[in-house]
């Protein structure tokens, strides 16, 4: 368990936002001697060294090179934005004395598992500059519960346990404070600001953005007759994004280039300057063979031969409704790596990659199954097959399997995590 206790948990309560993920990430590449490198500068990179480069605050790119950078290379990807509720701008709305705030739904997420919850907010805050074109980024994190969505009691909604509709501009507002006094109906334009302003020491004046994420305040906890599954918030996709770094710096040493890629925006599709759809890793992988005197022939002679995971969570055969599960390809908790594989190609792969992953997992003995969506049904997709269309590269999607994918608190084998890392060292080791 300590794959868990002393590495997945602790990183579960520092990646409270993808800004947050991509700082906690920072911080265990550069005790690992990774060095930092300016997407916006020019590069040298020296063979035998590491590196990773932050994009836009809430994407990483981090790798190590070989003696011999050549001829082989080896990734892996995962995200770093979960299903959340998102502060407008000018939030604060007032009923009956109470303050709400406005808040947008990002992602697919399950609405009702937020509702009464102790919920914080974190993310970053944007200040004035003396150069108007270089704003100063604060990431904050108020680490206290500060809103909550309360239920509608169910004397004033006797049909609630027969299913409801929660409506997000309406019943998705959490409580925020007590407003006595003030216009009803009117904006409170001031009142966040100005909390955001005491709460986090700055000068309300200099505010000019945020970007600010609620999240669930209770802390990640095993639980089980013998403490067999982890029940926590952003297991999706978390469990990835820490066994990718967790392989990359454990790995033993190797030649060619092995590297990792922490995208934002998956749950919204990917399709933004530091998401999986986009030029980034590519870019990024041509500069990378530029810096080290190789041509861009070279680089895609190199993709072409490379291996990547694309690690995103999967849906466990659930306990209570196992028929919403393929009949014969049904992953549960603790049974280990799940591979994904679907022939529409929402999830990447081929044969060879399946091949090759159930061959590492039977040299490492490492426990591995597999999931398949029942034909009758529409499933999930992850950033494997949109990454590797623009940068062909063989692709296999895998991940921990999980239950309640998408609410606010998921649960999984706590053994699979420790699976998981275990490959991905592997991977990246041979």
Same mark, same amino acid.
């Given at each position: 368990m300590n794959s868990?206790?002393?590495?997945?948990? !602790? =990183?579960?309560?520092?990646?409270?936002?993808? =800004?947050?993920?991509?700082?906690?990430?920072a911080n265990r590449l550069r005790r690992a001697g990774f060095e930092e490198l300016d997407l $916006?500068?020019?590069?040298?990179?020296?063979?035998?060294r590491s590196y990773y480069v932050r994009a836009f605050g809430s994407s990483l790119l981090a790798f190590r090179?070989?003696?011999?950078?050549?001829?082989?290379?080896? #990734?892996?990807?995962?995200?770093?934005?979960?299903?959340c509720l998102r502060v407008k701008p000018h939030p604060v709305l007032r009923t009956?004395?109470?303050?709400?705030?406005?808040?947008?739904?990002?992602?697919?997420?399950?609405?009702? $598992?937020?509702?009464?919850?102790?919920?914080?907010?974190?993310?970053?805050?944007?200040? +004035?500059? +003396?150069?108007?074109?270089r704003p100063e980024v604060r990431l904050v994190d108020l680490g206290r519960p500060v809103v909550t969505i309360p239920h509608l009691a169910i004397h004033m909604n006797r049909s609630v346990n027969e299913g409801e509709t929660l409506n997000p501009q309406k019943d998705m507002l959490p409580l925020f404070a007590l407003l006595p006094g003030?216009?009803?109906?009117?904006?409170?334009?001031?009142?966040?600001?100005?909390?955001?302003?005491?709460?986090?020491?700055? #000068?309300? $004046?200099?505010?000019?953005a945020y970007e600010l994420t609620a999240y669930p305040t209770d802390p990640?906890?095993?639980?089980?007759?013998?403490?067999?599954? #982890?029940?926590?918030?952003?297991?999706?996709?978390?469990?990835?994004?820490?066994?990718?770094?967790?392989?990359?710096?454990g790995a033993e040493e190797t030649e060619g280039v092995c590297g990792i890629a922490l995208f934002d925006h998956e749950e919204v599709g990917s399709r933004t300057k530091q998401g999986a759809a986009s030029m980034l890793? !590519?870019?990024?992988?041509?500069?990378?063979?530029?810096?080290?005197? =190789?041509?861009?022939?070279?680089a895609r002679a190199d993709i072409s031969r490379g291996f990547m995971l694309s690690l995103d969570v999967a849906h466990a055969v659930h306990p209570n409704v196992p028929e919403k599960n393929d009949p014969t390809n049904f992953p549960r908790l603790g049974g280990g790596v799940t591979l994904k594989m679907a022939c529409s190609q929402a999830y990447a792969g081929d044969a060879e990659a399946a091949a090759v992953i159930r061959g590492l997992c039977r040299r490492e003995k490492i426990p591995c199954q597999s999931f398949l969506n029942?034909?009758?049904?529409?499933?999930?997709?992850?950033?494997?097959?949109?990454?590797?269309?623009?940068m062909p590269i063989r692709t296999m999607d895998i991940g921990v399997p999980i239950l309640a994918m998408h609410s606010a608190r998921e649960t999984m084998g706590a053994e699979d995590q420790q699976a998981l890392q275990r490959l991905v060292r592997a991977f990246f080791s041979r």
């Open positions: 868990v206790q002393d590495g997945l948990i !602790p =990183f579960l309560q520092e990646a409270v936002s993808p =800004f947050h993920a991509v700082q906690a990430a $916006s500068a020019d590069w040298s990179l020296q063979p035998g090179l070989g003696r011999q950078p050549r001829r082989r290379l080896h #990734l892996a990807a995962a995200h770093t934005d979960f299903p009956r004395e109470y303050g709400t705030l406005n808040v947008e739904v990002y992602g697919g997420m399950i609405r009702s $598992s937020w509702l009464d919850r102790p919920l914080s907010l974190a993310g970053k805050i944007v200040l +004035e500059a +003396e150069d108007v074109y003030c216009r009803e109906g009117a904006p409170e334009e001031d009142a966040f600001l100005d909390f955001l302003a005491e709460e986090c020491g700055l #000068l309300r $004046s200099r505010i000019l990640p906890c095993l639980l089980g007759a013998h403490q067999e599954f #982890l029940s926590a918030s952003r297991l999706d996709n978390m469990t990835s994004v820490y066994a990718c770094l967790d392989g990359l710096i890793a !590519p870019d990024i992988l041509y500069r990378i063979y530029s810096a080290l005197g =190789f041509s861009e022939s070279e029942r034909s009758d049904l529409r499933g999930g997709s992850t950033l494997g097959a949109m990454l590797s269309a623009n």
